[in-house]
């Protein structure tokens, strides 16, 4: 943090007086979809994560499981959610009770 502590609030009063002039718009930036996907959403100070939020003890656990070429091509077939099926299947053979 640097040691200046003066308040931003005065540098946002001038930044907002503040009127670009056509000659300057050259030097702005472009607004494309890499500087979108770069960007930190933020509110206040708290950074706010993309994704999924971090599920704890529900949380799903990867494993690496050897099965049948023509299991998994026939799995992966169904497109998208393919492995969600796979453990809907593995919850029904063993009768498990979905947790959560």
């Known amino acids: 943090m640097p040691g200046n502590k003066r308040s931003i609030k005065s540098d946002l009063a001038k930044v907002d007086r503040r009127r ?4 300057e718009y050259d030097d702005a930036p472009e607004l494309d979809d890499d500087f979108f996907e ?4 933020r509110d206040g100070e708290t950074v706010i994560r993309r994704g999924r939020p971090p599920l704890g ?20 077939a169904l497109g ?7 453990n809907a299947d ?4 063993r009768k498990l009770k979905k947790t959560g």
């Open 20 to 23: 670009i002039k056509p000659r």
């Open 38 to 41: 770069r960007a930190e959403i």
């Open 57 to 76: 003890s529900d949380a799903k656990q990867p494993v690496t499981i050897r099965l049948d070429a023509d299991v998994v091509a026939a799995y992966r």
């Open 80 to 86: 998208r959610g393919w492995q969600t099926q796979v």
């Open 90 to 93: 593995l919850r029904k053979a």
